[in-house]
């Protein structure tokens, strides 16, 4: 399985981003999709998970009510839409897939994209 992660870049405060996440080689069925963020000089972070097929999701503290996790099935891509940008949410922005449908732990993530960058100015 191949995580391609897209959509970063550089944004002002303030402004939005929509991230890609697509699975080649193998499907994201029966898999939850999650987004993870790590800032320079900072830990991996959870930002927001979202299970199969799609009922349930989850959000950091820091991000919710801004972005918004998303999956389309049939295209096999799962989204996360960034509104009101910040400098704080500058970092790079990792797609994993879990071993199972639910679970949005870090160590339970079986497949792990490149990540993205997301850079925001002031």
């Known amino acids: 399985v191949q995580l391609q992660a897209s959509g970063g870049g550089s944004v002002q405060a303030g402004g939005s981003l929509r991230l890609s996440c697509a699975a080649s080689?193998?499907?994201?069925?029966?898999?939850?999709v999650t987004w993870f963020r790590q800032g320079s000089g900072k830990e991996r972070e959870f930002v927001a998970g979202?299970?199969?097929?799609?009922?349930?999701?989850s959000y950091a503290g820091t991000i919710k009510g801004r972005f918004t996790i998303s999956r389309d099935n049939a295209k096999n891509t799962v989204y996360l839409q960034m509104n009101s940008l910040t400098p704080d949410d500058t970092a790079v922005y990792y797609c994993?897939?879990?071993?199972?449908?639910?679970?949005?732990?870090?160590?339970?993530?079986?497949?792990w994209g490149k990540g993205t960058q997301v850079t925001v100015s002031s």
């Open positions: 080689g193998r499907t994201f069925s029966y898999r939850a």
């Open positions: 994993a897939q879990s071993s199972g449908p639910r679970s949005f732990s870090m160590s339970d993530m079986e497949y």
């Open positions: 979202i299970s199969w097929p799609g009922a349930r999701i």
